[in-house]
């Protein structure tokens, strides 16, 4: 007999893993959710910093870094599906043209919240120049559940859940994301047990 979960739309939250989740790539992980439907979910991984930095990154597609600010910001490991490719998180920009709807970039998800998610070149190319977004969290891999596959993870107690706050993304220094994340629900990391919810 299957469960049936009542809908729920978590776009735009974080998904915050508990000490149960024994998964090593999710691991102590909080995830930003880009999108989430009865489809299914995506989303990326906000503070598990690869081994390249964005200045690494940039040579390795061969663009300049004209952004001192990133001189030596991460690349973060987004997830385990497509990790050869690079996802841009950043803030919304848009074209100034009378279609103020209109994205900047050639492949561009429109987050409702404010923020969008970028997979073509071409962000890459503005970022590199210093006219791109300002505010930028740059992945190598996305995150990716099936119909039902969150919502039955949940359901298990493997993930809290809380509301997005930009400034944990964009300037919460990366070893402190999990604690500050916790902190949103009023938690801290000791309160929790792998344990709970299980009877």
């Known amino acids: 007999m299957t469960e049936d979960f009542a809908p729920i739309n978590l776009t735009n939250h974080f998904l915050i893993a508990m000490p149960g989740l024994q998964d090593p790539l999710f691991e102590h992980s909080v995830v930003y959710l880009c999108e989430h439907s009865q489809r299914g979910a995506l989303g990326l991984v906000i503070n598990k910093p ?3 930095d964005l200045k690494g990154l940039f040579a390795k597609v061969e663009l300049p870094l004209s952004r001192p600010d990133l001189d030596g910001a991460p690349v973060f490991f987004g997830g385990p599906v497509q990790t050869e490719r690079g996802f841009v998180l950043h803030e919304a920009t848009f074209a100034e043209s009378d279609k103020p709807e209109q994205p900047v970039y050639a492949s561009t998800m429109t ?3 404010g923020l969008e998610m970028t997979t073509s070149r071409d962000v890459l190319e503005a970022i590199s120049t210093g006219s791109g977004p ?3 969290l740059i992945s190598l891999g996305y995150s990716a ?3 039902g596959q969150l919502e039955s993870e949940l359901g298990d107690n ?3 859940t809380v509301p ?3 400034r944990l993304i964009f300037e919460t ?3 402190e994301r999990y604690s500050q994340a916790l902190k949103l ?3 801290e990391p000791w309160m929790l047990s792998s344990d709970v919810g299980h009877a």
């Open 185 to 187: 629900l009023g938690l």
């Open 111 to 113: 987050i409702p919240g």
């Open 173 to 175: 220094p990366v070893a």
């Open 164 to 166: 997005a706050d930009t």
């Open 145 to 147: 559940w099936g119909e």
């Open 158 to 160: 493997s993930w809290l």
């Open 50 to 52: 690869c081994e390249i």
């Open 134 to 136: 300002r505010k930028v």
